[in-house]
Every structure is written in C-alpha cells, then in structure tokens.
C-alpha cells in the first residue's frame, strides 16, 4: 500500500501566473498552507523551470504540468531532460505510445520523477469528446486511458474526481489519482466542467486535488488554501 498522505500535501497549488516574481509573492504569502505548487504552460514558458529547482531547493514539491504529446523519441528525450529539474511529477497525455515514451524517458534517466497521464481534461464534457471525434463517453474514455496508464507503468492518472473511483477500481491501490476542477462549494467554475468539492474528491479516493484560481484569485490565498485543507481532512 503507498504511504499515507498529510491533508495539507494533498493540496497542489496551481500556478498559472504570468512571472516568476507574482509567483513567488503567492507563495509567500501562502506560506506554510501549502507545500506542493504545479507549474503549468502560463510560467514553465515563462522562466518557471528556473523557479521549479528553487522551489525544490527550498523543500517544496513540485509538479510540472507540461502535459507532454509529441513523437516517442521527443517524449523520451524530454522526460530526460525535464528529470533533473527534481520535480514530483510530470504530465504526459494518456495515450499509450505517448505514455511508452515517457515511462522509458523515466527510466533512463532514474531518480524520483513520477510520471502522470492527462486522461480527458476536466474541461471537457461528452459533447466536446464528441466534436474532438471521440465516439466514447468520457468516463468511458477516462477508464480506457487509465487501463492503457496502468499496463504500462505509468505512475499517475490525472482525471476529474467526478471518475475517481471508477478510474481507482481500474489502476488498484498502488498509482496515484491527480484531479484538478476542484472547486470548493459556491467557487466560481470558470472554464471547467467536471468539477467536484475536495471534500468529495476526498471521499472518491482521490490522492492529490490541484486548485488554482479559487486560491491564486482570493483576497486571501493562504484563508482559502487553509480552508481547502481542513475539508480535505475532516473528509478522510
Ligand atoms: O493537468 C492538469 O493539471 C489539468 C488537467 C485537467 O484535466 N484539467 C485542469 O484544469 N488541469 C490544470 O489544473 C489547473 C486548474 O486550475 P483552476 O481551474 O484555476 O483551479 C490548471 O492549471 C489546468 O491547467
């Protein structure tokens, strides 16, 4: 069985800020409410690899989402490079020779890197699957993917917590279940669509719930991280 997780490194900050310097000024002002932060597109374009191996040097974890997709030997090569950063994890899409790739990237290069597989994101609903020319409901789509995750030593699953359990009887105790589209209840739901409580997502079985604009946004991030926290462990 993996080792028990606390409530508060349950919490992943998203970062989706513009500069470094904002980034770091949230996450002072965060302070000890949080320990883990994702970089995501918006700051890893914007010097927030650099940031990434302070926040590592600092003591605190990190999560690179760069949700990689490109020809095998691209992902490779990149899983290997993006390794020495010391980051926790890393975002791949869920597609198997995709998956493949970064498993091998993962293992060439050794250390703790922990790769995880974008299922469908969470701002997708059945309809947009649909146009995306996709024939499979989304949880349908969802479960493939961790299926395919799993059979090839894939770390993680990223999916909603709204298919937490369902993606949890597929991939067993042992891999984690990242879900981003949390949103504590009455938080504005902006542009995702398959959003759940942390309460709930703890219930469902969820290892780790990535939050960024209801605590990047807040008048008082470190308040609303807090908050996130406390539910999440009266919730376990
Ligand atoms: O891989 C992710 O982190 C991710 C996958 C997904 O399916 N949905 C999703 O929202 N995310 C990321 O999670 C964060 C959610 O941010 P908020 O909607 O502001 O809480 C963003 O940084 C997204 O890029």
Same mark, same amino acid.
Not at 19 to 43: H, N
Not at 77 to 94: D, K, M, N, R, Y
Not at 191 to 197: A, E
């Given at each position: ?34 320990s ?13 690899l650099?940031?990434?191996e ?23 090569e990149?899983? $290997?490079?993006? =390794?020495? &950063? *010391?980051?926790?994890? !890393?975002? @791949? ?7 493949? +790739? /970064? ?26 699957a ?35 359990? $369902?993606?949890? =009887?597929v &991939? *067993?105790?042992?891999r !984690?279940? @990242? ?5 504590p209840?009455g +938080? /504005? ?42 539910e ?5």
């Amino acid at each position: 069985m993996p080792e028990p997780i606390s409530p508060r490194d349950r919490l992943i900050v998203a970062l989706d800020m513009a500069s470094t310097d904002e980034a770091e000024r949230l996450i002072a002002r965060i302070g000890d409410a949080a320990s883990f932060y994702k970089i995501g597109y918006r700051l890893g374009y914007a010097g927030g690899l650099g940031l990434a191996e302070r926040l590592v040097r600092g003591g605190h974890k990190v999560f690179l989402d760069l949700k990689l997709h490109d020809i095998g030997n691209t992902v490779e090569e990149g899983v $290997q490079s993006l =390794a020495g &950063i *010391g980051a926790t994890f !890393l975002t @791949v899409h869920a597609y198997p020779q995709t998956m493949r +790739a /970064a498993a091998s990237g993962r293992d060439k290069a050794g250390g703790g890197l922990k790769i995880l597989g974008v299922t469908v994101l969470t701002s997708y609903d059945d309809a947009d699957a649909r146009e995306a020319g996709y024939a499979l409901p989304v949880a349908d789509l969802v479960a493939l993917r961790a299926a395919a995750a799993k059979a090839i030593g894939i770390d993680g699953i990223v999916c909603s917590a709204a298919e937490a359990a $369902q993606v949890r =009887a597929v &991939i *067993g105790p042992d891999r !984690l279940i @990242v879900t981003p589209g949390i949103r504590p209840a009455g +938080a /504005a739901i902006g542009d995702q669509k398959r959003v759940v409580t942390p309460a709930e997502a703890m219930r469902a079985g969820v290892d780790h719930v990535v939050v960024g604009r209801p605590i990047t946004g807040a008048a008082d991030p470190r308040d609303v991280a807090r908050r996130i926290v406390d539910e999440m462990a009266a919730a376990l």
